[in-house]
């Protein structure tokens, strides 16, 4: 039986997309309780039009999933976050191998 190809629209991919780089990013995250996950123990905060998030500098609109539950409800059910986010931001494993096809398009590296 073919694998079934797990679709995220363009919010639920900007949201995994900026987790996995806080998660890969040891100031902002720690390790998880299950295996190969992450939490993310502290969040960026904006300023004027961007926030920082780990080397790259992001749109603070394409940061909205963040505090979006609809969002963190629908990754969750894809199994690539926590079931209590946003208050909880656990990434797991699946989470964090998942290709959104956003690594290199929506952000770019700080020059400040």
């Known amino acids: 039986m073919p694998e079934k190809k797990i679709k995220l629209n363009a919010l639920q991919s900007k949201t995994l997309i900026l987790l996995q780089v806080m998660a890969n990013d040891d100031r902002m995250s720690a390790p998880g309780p299950l295996e190969g996950s992450r939490v993310i123990v ?20 394409d940061a909205t999933g963040l505090q979006n539950p609809s969002v963190w409800k629908a990754l969750h059910r894809k199994g690539f976050v926590g079931e209590n986010g946003p208050s909880e931001m656990l990434v797991t494993k699946e989470g964090l191998e998942f290709s959104t096809g956003l690594e290199d398009k929506f952000m770019s590296v700080s020059d400040h």
């Open 42 to 61: 502290s969040l960026p905060h904006a300023h004027g039009s961007h926030m920082h998030v780990g080397q790259y500098v992001v749109s603070s609109k």
